[in-house]
């Protein structure tokens, strides 16, 4: 199912109540529905954005909700909550929709502010023709909706050779400690029974990195998820014991799926491997206990992530970065086993996420360069690796630290029997840097994470 996304400003002036004058309003909105919209229903919508009102409010963080009815009801109403002063409040207004006058209907927004139920301004605000109706048609997209429960059940269809993974990763926001737990379905190269097995691991911010595995073990092909040695990881919740670990956790998705590879990568396993987040950010509730350490989880951000495939890649680096506010960063660069693609530099699948807009918009773009306006490159190594990258209008560098002292190795075996090491850490450091080209490059965003970055480098 598609829903509709897009972007508008509104213009105009407000009179305060009990003050001379007019002040001016702007309005940075993003409208979110969940179905496409249609000129002759009535589709509700999600609104967040900026509100600014000349020496009053400066709030980007607004929220309310949009209401489009053309024809049945011959309006578009908004509603608007945000802070201003230190008063919460909000803005109620509809375009009026006339065939008489469209253009005026269509771009004209009278509206009231209240303060609770008690009104304390009105004004008018105008879509800009001149300079805001090419944005605005360019920047609706009708992406698909799906359902991040839809991506756990297991994808293995008895083919030898392949290698299928549920991991979760989460950092603990009262500690600061980091925390992966690992689940791998493996169906050897030679024919041989398919086996289960995994992994808990805690990154403390000061301490030794714990870990204990279990399995391995017959794979009994669950329906959904992942289910093997008294260890679950299936419908919004994680069970398991392994070694002197004990968990127990409830998964709250936050986001809709990323999808890292290209989406039909992931529904077509036609590459070596693809790997998609079912949740681009989950909150995680719950509890962890390690020796005689109990974590008591509530709120702790992460996100779960499914890999399928042939097995690891000849040489690889993955990062999921939280930078908050709702802004998600998942880099997987790799160097591939095949002989094709194996003299090749690391091709990077980077995939931001903020705004609800996803950058670069197709995956391929980051991996491949498409027309030369793509040209993404990483630089492999310990302790710390870089990912650099342009499209035509943005650029990217991301630095990734994995202090030596917070990171896991640890060895494991890929179908062909090949050895696998990964050197993993759910503190590690990032620092992300994003310019714009406006005549020249100039910053956009810029984000610094001390220890609540989650990355790993590996290779075969």
């Known amino acids: 199912m598609r829903g509709t996304v897009f972007t508008e400003t509104l213009l105009g002036t407000v009179r305060l109540d009990?003050?001379?004058?007019?002040?001016?309003?702007?309005?940075?909105?993003?409208?979110?529905?969940?179905?496409?919209?249609?000129?002759?229903?009535?589709?509700?919508?999600?609104?967040?954005?900026?509100?600014?009102?000349?020496?009053?409010?400066?709030?980007?963080?607004?929220?309310?909700?949009?209401?489009?009815?053309?024809?049945?009801?011959?309006?578009?109403?908004?509603?608007?909550?945000?802070?201003?002063?230190?008063?919460?409040?909000?803005?109620?207004?509809?375009?009026?929709?006339?065939?008489?006058?469209?253009?005026?209907?269509?771009?004209?927004?009278?509206?009231?502010?209240?303060?609770?139920?008690?009104?304390?301004?009105?004004?008018?605000?105008?879509?800009?023709?001149?300079?805001?109706?090419?944005?605005?048609?360019?920047?609706?997209?009708?992406?698909?909706?799906?359902?991040?429960?839809?991506?756990?059940?297991?994808?293995?269809?008895?083919?030898?050779?392949?290698?299928?993974?549920?991991?979760?990763?989460?950092?603990?926001?009262?500690?600061?400690?980091?925390?992966?737990?690992?689940?791998?379905?493996?169906?050897?190269?030679?024919?041989?029974?398919?086996?289960?097995?995994?992994?808990?691991?805690?990154?403390?911010?000061?301490?030794?990195?714990?870990?204990?595995?279990?399995?391995?073990?017959?794979?009994?092909?669950?329906?959904?998820?992942?289910?093997?040695?008294?260890?679950?990881?299936?419908?919004?919740?994680l069970e398991g014991r392994a070694g002197d670990f004990?968990?127990?956790?409830?998964?709250?998705?936050?986001?809709?799926?990323?999808?890292?590879?290209?989406?039909?990568?992931?529904?077509?396993?036609?590459?070596?491997?693809?790997?998609?987040?079912?949740?681009?950010?989950?909150?995680?509730?719950g509890e962890l206990s390690y020796g005689t350490t109990t974590l008591k989880l509530s709120g702790a951000p992460g996100a779960p992530a499914r890999i399928y495939g042939h097995g690891n890649a000849r040489r690889w680096t993955w990062l999921h970065a939280d930078l908050g506010d709702g802004a998600v960063l998942e880099i997987v660069a790799a160097v591939s086993t095949r002989p094709a693609l194996r003299r090749l530099p690391p091709l990077v699948f980077l995939r931001l996420r903020r705004s609800g807009r996803t950058w670069p918009r197709r995956p391929e773009r980051s991996a491949t360069g498409l027309l030369g306006l793509g040209r993404f490159r990483a630089d492999l190594g310990l302790p710390t690796w870089t990912v650099t990258g342009r499209t035509a209008l943005r650029r990217v560098r991301v630095d990734v630290t994995q202090p030596p002292e917070r990171t896991l190795t640890l060895e494991y075996r890929d179908p062909d029997g090949a050895r696998a090491v990964c050197r993993n850490s759910e503190s590690a450091d990032a620092r992300v840097v994003l310019e714009r080209w406006w005549g020249r490059w100039r910053p956009e965003a810029s984000w610094t994470l001390e220890g609540t970055a989650h990355a790993e480098a590996g290779e075969r």
């Not at 802070?83 to 909000?90: M, V």
């Not at 956790?249 to 998609?276: G, K, N, V």
């Open 246 to 285: 004990r968990w127990s956790l409830t998964e709250q998705p936050e986001d809709p799926p990323l999808f890292t590879f290209p989406r039909w990568s992931w529904r077509h396993p036609l590459l070596p491997a693809a790997q998609m987040l079912p949740a681009a950010r989950a909150t995680y509730a």
């Open 18 to 237: 009990g003050e001379p004058g007019e002040r001016r309003v702007r309005l940075d909105l993003r409208a979110a529905a969940d179905r496409v919209l249609l000129p002759h229903r009535t589709t509700p919508a999600r609104l967040t954005g900026r509100v600014r009102i000349a020496g009053r409010a400066d709030d980007p963080a607004a929220e309310g909700e949009l209401e489009v009815s053309p024809v049945a009801r011959r309006r578009i109403r908004y509603r608007l909550d945000f802070t201003a002063d230190g008063r919460r409040l909000t803005l109620d207004g509809w375009k009026s929709v006339s065939p008489r006058r469209p253009l005026t209907s269509m771009t004209v927004l009278p509206f009231t502010l209240y303060d609770g139920h008690t009104r304390v301004g009105e004004g008018v605000l105008r879509f800009p023709l001149a300079t805001g109706l090419l944005p605005f048609l360019l920047g609706f997209r009708f992406p698909r909706r799906e359902d991040p429960g839809a991506h756990g059940a297991p994808r293995w269809n008895g083919t030898p050779g392949r290698t299928e993974v549920w991991y979760t990763t989460l950092t603990d926001p009262a500690t600061g400690t980091g925390v992966w737990l690992h689940h791998e379905l493996t169906a050897p190269a030679d024919g041989s029974d398919p086996f289960a097995h995994g992994w808990a691991a805690v990154f403390p911010r000061a301490g030794e990195v714990r870990h204990a595995r279990f399995g391995p073990v017959p794979w009994t092909r669950p329906a959904d998820g992942f289910t093997a040695d008294g260890v679950t990881c299936s419908g919004g919740r």
